[in-house]
C-alpha cells in the first residue's frame, strides 16, 4: 500500500510538472497559429523591418523590440543598486523601529497597480522629466543620448517609471535570500576578523545565484509590463538611442491597436509581435539560467586575505 501510494504521489507530482511545460507549448502554438499570414508575408524581416504602416499593410517589429529591450534594461540599471541597497539595509543594518514599517511599505508598493503607476507617472514623473530636459545644456542636446524635443514623455520616463515598478519585487526578493543565508556564514567572517561591509558582501555571494533571480524577475515585470508604460513613452514607433524621443514598447502597441485591426494581416502582425516577446522572454530566461550556471563556479571574495572555497559557501 505504501509502495502504491509513492508511485501515485509520483505520478501526479510529475503530471503537474509536465502541465508547466504543456502550457509553455501551447501558448506558443496559439501564438503561432494567430500570426501565420504575417509570418508568411514578412517572415524575418518582421523582427528588422521600422516600418509600421497598417494603411499600406507593411509591418516591421523593431522600433516595439528596441523600445521594450532599451526601457527595460534602462530600468534595470537605475533599479538594481537601489533594490538591493533597500534589501541590505532592511535585512543587516536597519534598526528594530523602522524595519517593520520599511518592509510594509516595500511590499506595498509591489502590489500597486500598473495604472496607478502611469497616472502617477504623467501628473508627476512626466513633468520632472520635462523640466530636466528644458534645464539640459544645449552643446548636451547635440549628443544623440539627449537630443530631440523636451516633451517629457519619452524612453526616460518610461524607464524611471518601470524601475519604480521593479524596485519592490527585487528588493523583497533579495531580502528574503539575505535572510536565509545563515548566520554561521556572518560569524565565520567576523570570527576572522572582517569588517561588517567584509561579512555583508560575503552574505551577498553566497546568496548570489538567488539575487540574480530576483534581477531577472525584476526585467520579467519590465519587460511585459504595458499600461504604465503606454501612459510616458509616448508611443512612437521609431528607433532612436535618445532618452528624450517618444518610443514604443511591445506590450503597449498590442494594447493601444489590437482593437483596432481592421484587417486580417494587422491582426496577424499584432499577435506577431506576442509571438516576438514571448521568444525574447525565453531567451533572456536561458541567458540568466547560463549567467546563474557561470557565477556559481566561480570562488568566493576574499575576508581578510583568505580565500574561501566556493564549495564551503555556494547557496
Known amino acids: 500500500m505504501t509502495g502504491q501510494d509513492d508511485r501515485t504521489f509520483r505520478l501526479g507530482t510529475g503530471a503537474v510538472a509536465l502541465s508547466i511545460l504543456a502550457l509553455v507549448i501551447g501558448i506558443a502554438a496559439v501564438l503561432v497559429n494567430g500570426s501565420l499570414l504575417s509570418l508568411r508575408q514578412f517572415g524575418f524581416k518582421f523582427w ?89 545644456p544645449q552643446w548636451l542636446r547635440h549628443v544623440p543620448l539627449f537630443s530631440g524635443p523636451p516633451l517629457g514623455v519619452g524612453m526616460l520616463a518610461a524607464g524611471l517609471v518601470l524601475a519604480v515598478m521593479v524596485i519592490p519585487f527585487t528588493a523583497a526578493v533579495t531580502r528574503e535570500i539575505l535572510k536565509a543565508v545563515p548566520s554561521s556564514q556572518r560569524e565565520a567572517a567576523y570570527a576572522l576578523g572582517s569588517t561588517r561591509w567584509e561579512a555583508i558582501r560575503l552574505a551577498l555571494y553566497y546568496g548570489r545565484t538567488g539575487i540574480i533571480g530576483a534581477v531577472m524577475l525584476g526585467l520579467g515585470r519590465a519587460l511585459g509590463e504595458t499600461m504604465a508604460v503606454t501612459m510616458v513613452i509616448g508611443n512612437n514607433p521609431q528607433v532612436s538611442a535618445s532618452l528624450f524621443a517618444p518610443q514604443y514598447t511591445m506590450a503597449a502597441v498590442i494594447a493601444n491597436e489590437f482593437t483596432e485591426a481592421a484587417d486580417e494581416l494587422y491582426l496577424h502582425a499584432l499577435v506577431e509581435i506576442g509571438l516576438v516577446l514571448f521568444i525574447i522572454t525565453l531567451i533572456i530566461n536561458a541567458f540568466s539560467r547560463l549567467l546563474i550556471w557561470s557565477v556559481s563556479e566561480r570562488r568566493a571574495p576574499t575576508v581578510t586575505g583568505t580565500v574561501m572555497p566556493a564549495t564551503e559557501v555556494a547557496a
Do not use: K
Open 48 to 136: 528588422v523591418t521600422r516600418t509600421w504602416d497598417p494603411v499600406a499593410g507593411d509591418f516591421g517589429a523593431l522600433p516595439f523590440i528596441w523600445g521594450t529591450l532599451y526601457s527595460s534594461f534602462l530600468a534595470l540599471l537605475i533599479s538594481t543598486p537601489i533594490a538591493l541597497g533597500i534589501a541590505v539595509f532592511l535585512s543587516e543594518l536597519s534598526p528594530r523601529a523602522l524595519h517593520q514599517p520599511l518592509v510594509f511599505l516595500t511590499e506595498l508598493l509591489a502590489a500597486i497597480p500598473s495604472i496607478v503607476y502611469g497616472l502617477w507617472g504623467i501628473f508627476v514623473l512626466v513633468p520632472l522629466v520635462r523640466s530636466l530636459e528644458v534645464a539640459t
